[in-house]
């Protein structure tokens, strides 16, 4: 178990290295995201996406990872209503609940514990994710905020994203079997390598701009369990009917069992959907994913 620990380690001491150097520094810490969206993470999806063949993988990752956001959807309404949740919390608790932390958190975890060949399914999965957070998202911070969200302005910010482009770049020129030198694919590789723990000291920073807040516990505790517990469980049951090896399976899971995402603050602070709720549980589920992130990586 001490084992387990220590793969996750490596991460909290660079998400550590981000919250003193915000505490100490104050850095803008929306121009740093904007590097690391626009400018890094492009080219390390396109590393990932040309580098491994294409095959059906891709889309038993997409279909699973859309089934588990649509259980979750489920699960979080029904608590939601019991708990007789308004709409802004009602809304908080989904973008709590349906998005994990796959990038800023997940990926470099993947890479600790399974390797470089997980890292990329995890990459993948993450490109998922973004997927669902601009169109899904959107909705919901747009419902429980009370301003209008249309498929097409859903459509449009889909279409904004930049890693969309090393996808649809990285796989046309696999597809056309159009080999670039190796000393562009390396700088290619160099780029998107230090989004990495670029955004991992993102994530450290915005954890030290979170204030604490009183909140009424019970949605706390549904996002906490939904997201920390319910999640991965679900993910684990799934698997089950997942036709692909056992490292995307363990990947899918470890993903699973993310905590928040940070970006959900974002969409939360732009649609006015409880903010500080979502920044809070943020906080809470990264320091408890200490110890259950080591927990699942045990069980698998």
């Known amino acids: 178990m001490i084992d387990l620990l220590l793969i996750v380690l490596p991460a909290f001491l ?32 396109f590393d990932t996406f040309y580098t491994n063949e294409l095959n059906m993988n891709y889309l038993y990752m997409f279909v699973f990872t859309a089934g588990l956001a649509l259980i979750l959807i489920g699960f979080t309404l029904l608590v939601g209503k019991a708990a007789g949740a308004d709409r802004p919390k009602m809304a908080a608790m989904l973008l709590g609940s349906l998005f994990p932390n796959s990038g800023n958190y997940g990926a470099p975890v993947v890479l600790f514990a399974f390797g470089a060949t997980a890292f990329n399914y995890a990459v993948i999965i993450m490109v998922i994710h973004s997927l669902l957070v601009s169109s899904i998202g959107i909705f919901i911070a747009s419902y429980g905020g009370g301003k209008s969200a249309s498929p097409k302005h859903a459509l449009l910010n889909i279409l904004k994203m930049p890693v969309l482009y090393g996808v649809f770049f990285g796989v046309l020129l696999q597809l056309i079997h159009l080999e670039l030198p190796a000393t562009i694919v390396d700088g290619i590789s160099l780029v998107g390598s230090a989004s ?58 470890i993903l699973a069992a993310m905590p928040v995402a940070a970006n959900t603050t974002m969409l939360a602070l732009q649609f006015d959907v409880e903010p500080d709720l979502i920044s809070f549980t943020t906080l809470i589920t990264t320091l408890v994913s200490l110890v259950t992130i080591p927990l699942t990586l045990y069980l698998l």
């Open 14 to 45: 660079i998400f550590g290295t981000g919250y003193i150097g915000q505490r100490v520094l104050k850095l803008h810490i929306k121009s740093i995201s904007t590097m690391s969206l626009y400018l890094m993470l492009p080219f390390l999806t």
């Open 196 to 253: 990495i723990p670029t955004v991992m000291l993102i994530l450290g920073m915005q954890l030290a701009e979170i204030k604490p807040q009183k909140f009424e516990w019970k949605y706390v505790n549904t996002i906490l369990l939904t997201r920390m517990a319910a999640s991965p469980l679900i993910a684990a049951a799934l698997v089950t009917f997942m036709p692909v090896d056992e490292l995307i399976k363990s990947v899918f899971v």
